[in-house]
């Protein structure tokens, strides 16, 4: 099969690259080894992670186009109170971690009917579940990828002139040989503050398999994991008490610190404050990541709030699961974990009233469409990251580093993003990383191969070192990312030129600059400061 633009993952940053070649007039190939498109946002089912201007400025038009649609989708098929419905800023799950909380199902959908006329028109096929197992290379261009249905096994062989690779762990860089790295490097290369002595490349941030549940009454304890007394007891050096337990790091002051956990508090979603710029908001665990608040709904609609458990307590880190051959026993023993915090919490767990375990939480494997009540696909927080022309590093917009000068104003900017360097504990044994950050610009220098011609990263893979892969993994900005990628391999389509010419060409850049600024994508902040 042959296209203009393939795209390989349909996670927000593939389908953020498909939307922008299909705009420009190209026709698109998109895989997805997952039953959703939505990568984190869907199967991974994380709710978006955004930074506190996210209503203002600071995300792509089509970005806020996804925001608006979730919102909108919800005004028109859901029965939200006259007080909620006509809330602007409606958070459906009135949760503290994002201004825009909600179950995953309806952000499937939208993304879906962004996708559908192009479906329609035939410009736009999408192979589920398809996911990459080789390439074909030539000198410094990729030919061909080949992918490999999930169930079947069938294989089909897809080429095109550029190729973007939007997997969630950058799949395609080993499959066709383009140079890149994971893990932590060392600062004599980086010069970064947080960087250790020595790079360590199989030391990675933790992953984690997440689930939704519920409180209902009735006893909805299911059966005990094999491994749960190894899980209940297991204690991490520098978490401060078991990893399950209600205490756990606090990720910018790392002491330990107590969560409470109160399910379905009778509180006024309409008065939830959601901005990370003031607090983290996973002091309550139930309401951190809540994306149903029944008051938001008729009395009757929900039997409970339903809650996304994305806490500290199911980070896996005792494995990395990228180029390692035990990535499989790594995956299973997360899921393992997220099992094991379920069947704590409703037996173990201590309630506020002197007594154990929630028996009424029920998990939701309809929330997050699946069999076994775990999200599709773990929660991939970084990915390997290509060797690019430019390497964002930590001194490029650390706030420790910049000062008043905010981040680097990169010339060669195709978007903007915004969020705390936030990595959470890794598989070297380290405790969460978790540094101030100002509003920074995704430079064109960090999606370009130093090397390979026509493969351009859509997702997490770009040119950031482990520190800076800290903020720009987040749901806008992966968006973003994805989102000019498309963008640069449909105007060098257009154009006939090549990638790096782009970038190296003055008068090429400041085209596709305003082609980006034409289709709604910021390449500069306002006069705002860093957190």
């Known amino acids: 099969m042959h296209t203009d633009v393939l795209v390989i993952g349909g996670g927000l940053g593939g389908v953020a690259a498909a939307l922008a070649a299909l705009r420009a007039g190209r026709s698109v190939i998109m895989t997805e080894e997952f039953d959703w498109l939505g990568g984190q946002l869907t199967s991974q089912a994380v709710p978006p992670d955004e930074h506190t201007w996210v209503e203002q400025f600071g995300v792509t038009a089509s970005y806020r186009a ?203 979603p309409l008065a939830v404050v959601a901005d990370q710029r003031r607090t983290g908001g996973d002091t309550n665990l139930w309401t951190f990541r809540r994306i149903a608040a029944r008051r938001h709904f008729v009395p009757g609609t929900y039997a409970s709030d339903i809650c996304l458990v994305n806490w500290p307590m199911i980070d896996y880190f005792e494995g990395p699961v990228i180029d390692v051959p035990d990535a499989a026993k790594h995956l299973a023993a997360a899921r393992e974990l997220s099992h094991s915090v379920l069947y704590w919490l409703q037996t173990e767990a201590p309630r506020p009233d002197g007594g154990t375990g929630f028996p009424g939480l029920r998990l939701r494997a309809d929330v997050v469409g699946s069999t076994d009540g775990l999200a599709q696909a773990p929660y991939i927080r970084e990915s390997r990251r290509i060797k690019a022309e430019y390497t964002v590093v930590e001194q490029d917009l650390s706030v420790a580093v910049r000062g008043e000068r905010g981040a680097v104003e990169y ?22 990383i978790d540094v101030a950050s100002s509003p920074f610009r995704i ?83 306002p006069a705002v400061a860093g957190y």
């Open 66 to 268: 996804l925001r608006d649609g979730i919102r909108d989708y919800y005004r028109r098929h859901y029965p939200l109170t006259e007080a909620s419905r006509a809330a602007a800023h409606l958070n459906p799950g009135a949760g503290y971690v994002s201004k825009l909380c909600h179950e995953p199902r309806v952000a499937l959908a939208v993304l879906e009917a962004m996708l559908a006329p192009y479906r329609a028109g035939r410009r736009l096929q999408v192979l589920q579940p398809y996911r990459p197992v080789a390439a074909d290379t030539d000198g410094d261009r990729v030919t061909a990828v080949t992918v490999q249905h999930r169930d079947t096994e069938e294989r089909l062989t897809l080429t095109a002139p550029y190729i973007l690779d939007a997997t969630e762990t950058g799949e395609l860089l080993p499959l066709t040989g383009t140079e890149y790295v994971t893990g932590f490097e060392a600062q004599s290369q980086t010069g970064e503050p947080s960087a250790p002595a020595e790079a360590q490349p199989l030391n990675m941030q933790a992953v984690s398999y997440c689930f939704a549940v519920d409180h209902v009454d009735g006893d909805q304890v299911g059966d005990k994991p094999a491994n749960y007394a190894f899980w209940r007891n297991y204690q991490p050096s520098f978490w401060g008490d078991r990893l399950l337990s209600w205490t756990a790091p606090n990720p910018r002051t790392l002491e330990a610190s107590r969560r409470t956990f109160t399910p379905n508090p009778d509180d006024d």
């Open 443 to 525: 430079p064109l220098g960090a999606l370009l191969p130093e090397r390979v011609e026509n493969l351009l990263p859509a997702n997490k893979n770009l040119g950031t070192t482990h520190i800076t892969n800290g903020c720009y993994r987040l749901h806008p900005v992966e968006w973003n990312i994805g989102e000019s990628a498309g963008a640069l391999a449909a105007y060098c389509l257009d154009r006939g030129v090549a990638p790096r010419a782009v970038r190296n060409t003055p008068a090429l850049l400041a085209e596709f600059q305003d082609r980006l600024v034409a289709q709604g994508i910021e390449l500069a902040w």
């Open 411 to 432: 010339d060669d900017s195709v978007g903007v993003g915004m969020y705390r360097i936030d990595l959470h504990p890794s598989t070297g044994g380290d405790n969460y």
